[in-house]
């Protein structure tokens, strides 16, 4: 299977500034030139939601501060400028191969 | 707009068994493969099935650590996916969601339900 590592755990930003989170795949998570890595926000009792697919691409609905970068074994969710509605879990998910798999988690905390 | 309910969940002993169901609509369920995934208190989510459509033979695959005991399927006529649970232990207990399964999103998963929670407890 494929192991996605997340860093940081866990991060403190200030409201307007960037947050930026990073998952590092095992094994490239590229075929035939695309990138299969998307990132997700979970809110407390409230289900995943898709927030970039294919690395980079913005779900429909979701605000242009989040954008998303990288390809091969490592990828970044960027949040610019944070607001105080980002206070969330953060979890990268990969779709290359089976089974899918997701990164631990990187709790935003909004200052 | 894109819904998908799950139901189903509860309070089961060690060794009894549950069926989630997860009725879904504002789509062409038909076209959709779709997921079963859990998250456990307070851990990361957990894959646990996928179903194929009708043209792909509705085929499944599961995580290792339910193959055997668990069995997803589907139907199409009432847009619905199931998860048919079995000798349950109490490491299964979770939220356990459905989501459907993007294929033009690189396989993204683009919706989700809310949830049901399975508790396994003596």
């Known amino acids: 299977d494929i192991v996605l590592t997340q860093s940081p755990a866990s991060l403190a930003v200030s409201l307007g500034q960037r947050a930026t989170i990073s998952c590092k795949a095992s094994?490239?998570?590229?075929?035939?030139?695309?990138?299969?890595m998307n990132w997700y926000q979970q809110k407390p009792g409230q289900p995943p939601k898709l927030l970039i697919y294919?690395?980079?691409n913005l779900e429909s609905g979701i605000p242009a501060r989040f954008s998303g970068s990288g390809s091969g074994t490592d990828f970044t969710l960027n949040i610019h400028p944070v607001e105080e509605e980002d206070a969330a879990t953060y979890y990268c998910q990969q779709s290359n191969e089976d089974p899918p798999t997701f990164g631990s988690g990187t709790k935003l905390e909004i200052k | 707009q894109v819904q998908l309910v799950e139901t189903g969940g509860g309070l089961v002993r060690p060794g009894n068994s549950l069926k989630l169901s997860c009725v879904t609509s504002g789509f062409t369920f038909s076209n959709y493969r779709m997921h079963w995934l859990r998250q456990p208190p307070g851990k990361r989510l957990e894959w646990i099935a996928v179903?194929?459509?009708?043209?792909?033979?509705?085929?499944?695959n599961y995580a290792e650590s339910v193959k055997g005991r668990f069995t997803i399927s589907r139907d199409d006529s009432k847009s619905s996916v199931y998860l048919q649970m079995n000798r349950l232990r109490e490491e299964d207990t979770a939220t356990y969601y459905c989501s459907r399964d993007g294929y033009d999103k690189n396989y993204a998963m683009d919706y989700w339900g809310q949830g049901t929670s399975v508790t396994v407890s003596s």
């Open positions: 094994q490239s998570v590229d075929y035939d030139g695309d990138s299969y």
């Open positions: 294919a690395a980079s």
């Open positions: 179903i194929t459509v009708k043209s792909d033979n509705y085929g499944a």
